[in-house]
């Protein structure tokens, strides 16, 4: 299926529309023509993070990729993660983050994958080309990103010159790495946003600490 996202006209603002709250409502404004991020700030009980510390450490690495509806993934996920203390409370917060998503975006499934990392998947800046991501770490450090003030996109990739992102010039002095938190739920633009084609959001994994386990969610369009 191919699948254009078109930002809505939206009223100007002198203000900058906020990209970060602590309501899932802020999602919406990934269709403002100036965001490349929105992200809902948000907790969940302790139990369930130590649940699934409790499954990384003692379980088999988790690599689930699957395309799934929102009345499908609950027992989808459940049955994936039987035996384990975290598996319904898991399968349940995911089944919601599903069908926010699916509602957002007006699609009936989406591609999603649940992986355990104990590394980092992609430790270089980049920027995705597809029009959204949806991110959300459950436990761990979570995505870096970097706001487009002060950053030079021709150092991206290949740009680099093979340099590391700290002297390959893509970031300046005054710029400051962002990073979202564990149960942060964000909405990354792309370069495959119509009208996003060169601010697509330039993010990374975060460095991965001895010992430390992520177990990180993505959402994608079909």
């Given at each position: 299926?191919?699948?254009?996202i078109?930002?809505?006209?939206?009223?100007?603002?002198?203000?900058?529309?906020?990209?970060?709250?602590?309501?899932?409502?802020?999602?919406?404004?990934?269709?403002?023509?100036?965001?490349?991020?929105?992200?809902?700030?948000?907790?969940?009980?302790?139990?369930?993070?130590?649940?699934?510390?409790?499954?990384?450490?003692?379980g088999?690495?988790?690599?689930?990729?699957?395309t799934?509806?929102?009345?499908?993934?609950?027992?989808?996920?459940?049955?994936?993660?039987?035996g384990?203390?975290?598996?319904?409370?898991?399968?349940?917060?995911?089944?919601?983050?599903?069908?926010?998503?699916?509602?957002?975006?007006?699609?009936?499934?989406?591609?999603?994958?649940?992986?355990?990392?104990?590394?980092?998947?992609?430790p270089?800046?980049?920027?995705?080309?597809?029009?959204c991501?949806?991110?959300?770490?459950?436990?761990?450090?979570?995505?870096?990103?970097?706001?487009?003030?002060?950053?030079?996109?021709?150092?991206?990739?290949?740009?680099?010159?093979?340099?590391p992102?700290?002297?390959?010039?893509?970031?300046?002095?005054d710029?400051?790495?962002?990073?979202?938190?564990?149960g942060?739920?964000?909405?990354?633009?792309?370069?495959?946003?119509?009208?996003?084609?060169?601010?697509?959001?330039?993010?990374?994994?975060?460095?991965?600490?001895?010992?430390?386990?992520?177990?990180?969610?993505?959402?994608?369009?079909?």
């Amino acid at each position: 299926m191919s699948l254009d996202i078109v930002a809505t006209p939206e009223p100007i603002h002198s203000e900058a529309p906020s990209f970060l709250e602590t309501k899932p409502s802020i999602l919406t404004n990934i269709y403002q023509a100036p965001q490349n991020i929105a992200v809902w700030q948000r907790t969940f009980p302790k139990t369930m993070a130590d649940d699934i510390n409790q499954m990384l450490s003692e379980g088999e690495p988790i690599a689930l990729v699957q395309t799934v509806t929102p009345d499908s993934v609950a027992e989808w996920i459940e049955n994936k993660l039987d035996g384990y203390a975290c598996a319904q409370a898991l399968a349940e917060d995911i089944a919601l983050i599903v069908d926010m998503f699916c509602c957002l975006f007006d699609v009936n499934d989406v591609g999603l994958r649940l992986t355990s990392l104990d590394n980092p998947m992609c430790p270089r800046f980049h920027v995705d080309h597809i029009p959204c991501r949806l991110v959300t770490t459950y436990v761990g450090s979570a995505t870096e990103w970097l706001k487009n003030e002060g950053i030079d996109r021709t150092k991206l990739g290949a740009g680099s010159l093979g340099q590391p992102d700290h002297l390959s010039g893509l970031v300046s002095q005054d710029s400051s790495i962002q990073q979202l938190k564990a149960g942060d739920v964000a909405l990354l633009k792309g370069s495959g946003w119509e009208g996003n084609e060169n601010t697509g959001l330039v993010h990374r994994s975060p460095e991965v600490g001895v010992n430390e386990k992520r177990l990180l969610l993505t959402l994608d369009f079909v």
